[in-house]
């Protein structure tokens, strides 16, 4: 008996420790769960023939985003429409609709960044990789998460141009948007996290005018409305609005604060706080910024795995804005003009 209870506590406190221990071990692993990755991609993709690809990137972004902070949105947004434009292997692509407002500075640096990688490794890197790359030193340059990115996409050999109905569009309710995004197996916390991107960055217009004029939705907040109209003279105006008028430049979770605050610039973002099944969603995140970078960099690892061409599918474009064999073309027509001007 005595041995017993002698033995009673130890025996306590090492199933104490080793609950402890398995506690921690699962808040580590819950922590560290990432959405699982598509055939052909994978996190260390370049490790042999570009094993500085990703310092190279972030480098240099820090030197662009001291002169020019504008572009972490630019290159988020860039990859955000271009994905969820379902063409992903087109990351230069300019000419179809819900592009046209990318900012032309952010496709530079992708092309920039695209010369330095292949000076160092060759044509090995594509150009979706390098956008998905872009996009997430975006993120975490201004304040934002850090999260690995699954590599190893392929450029696509033609610009898609289809697909481009299903985005959802600013002017949606979130009806519509958790059906265009459940399409591509987003849940409501996911859709609810990738809104988030609207943390920063800037609108045209035509975006959020309809909201103020000629008659004001009834869920934006009266000074915000007062502003906006005195942005925008009218919809096809060239002015643009900050998404996020707390912190325009921050990547933080002030952009659910002012959603909570009526003061969303899109309908799609503003509907989020109204409807039952995203509002709860909403209130969580802006009270806890770790939960929604957490949901945010999860949201992207699955997002940016959308439409991916691997393997043997598609090229490694030598130049991001056009296919090789139109650059090829292009080229060829220079030489000869070029061989034609020398005589
Ligand atoms: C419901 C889906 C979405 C809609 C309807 C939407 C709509 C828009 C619109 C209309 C603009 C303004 C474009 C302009 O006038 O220049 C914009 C900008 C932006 N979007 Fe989205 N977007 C969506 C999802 C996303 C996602 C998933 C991300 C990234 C995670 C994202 C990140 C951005 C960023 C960073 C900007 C600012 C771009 C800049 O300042 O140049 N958006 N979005």
Not at 8 to 16: A, K, R
Not at 75 to 80: E, I, V
Not at 212 to 237: F, G, H, K, Y
């Amino acid at each position: 008996m005595a041995s017993a209870s002698a033995s009673s506590p130890s025996l306590y406190s090492l199933l104490l420790i080793s609950l402890l221990i398995l506690a921690s071990h699962f808040h580590a692993s819950e922590a560290q769960a990432r959405p699982p990755i598509v055939k052909g991609l994978s996190w260390t993709f370049y490790q042999s023939n570009c094993p500085n690809l990703e310092t190279i990137v972030r480098n240099h972004l820090r030197n662009v985003f001291k002169v020019d902070i504008g572009q972490a949105p630019g290159l988020l947004g860039c990859d955000g429409s271009v994905l969820l434009n379902g063409t992903a292997s087109n990351p230069g692509e300019k000419e179809t609709r819900p592009n046209q407002t990318l900012r032309p500075e952010a496709l530079k640096t992708i092309e920039v960044l695209r010369a330095l990688i292949q000076q160092q490794c060759g044509r090995v890197v594509s150009c979706a990789d390098i956008t998905a790359l872009a996009a997430r030193d975006a993120v975490f340059l201004t304040g934002g998460p850090d999260f690995p990115v699954p590599l190893g996409r392929r450029d696509s050999l033609t610009f898609n141009v289809t697909e481009t109905s299903n985005l959802p569009s600013p002017f949606s309710n979130t009806t519509v948007v958790l059906r265009q995004m459940g399409a591509k197996k987003f849940d409501a916390t996911d859709v609810v996290a990738l809104s988030g991107g609207h943390t920063f960055g800037r609108a045209h217009c035509g975006t959020f005018f309809r909201r103020v004029s000629p008659v004001q939705d009834p869920t934006i907040d009266q000074t915000l409305a007062n502003n906006l109209r005195a942005i925008c003279p009218n919809a096809s105006s060239p002015n643009t609005a900050d998404l996020d008028l707390r912190t325009p430049n921050l990547f933080d979770n002030k952009y659910y604060v002012d959603l909570l605050n009526r003061q969303g610039l899109f309908t799609s973002d503003q509907d989020l706080f109204t409807d039952p099944r995203t509002k709860p969603i909403v209130q969580s995140f802006a009270l806890n910024q770790t939960l929604f970078f957490e949901k945010f960099a999860n949201a992207m690892i699955k997002m940016s795995q959308l439409s991916v061409l691997t393997g043997n599918q598609g090229e490694i474009r030598s130049k991001c804005s056009v296919t090789n064999s139109k650059s090829l073309i292009t080229s060829t027509v220079v030489e000869e003009v070029g061989e034609i001007a020398q005589f």
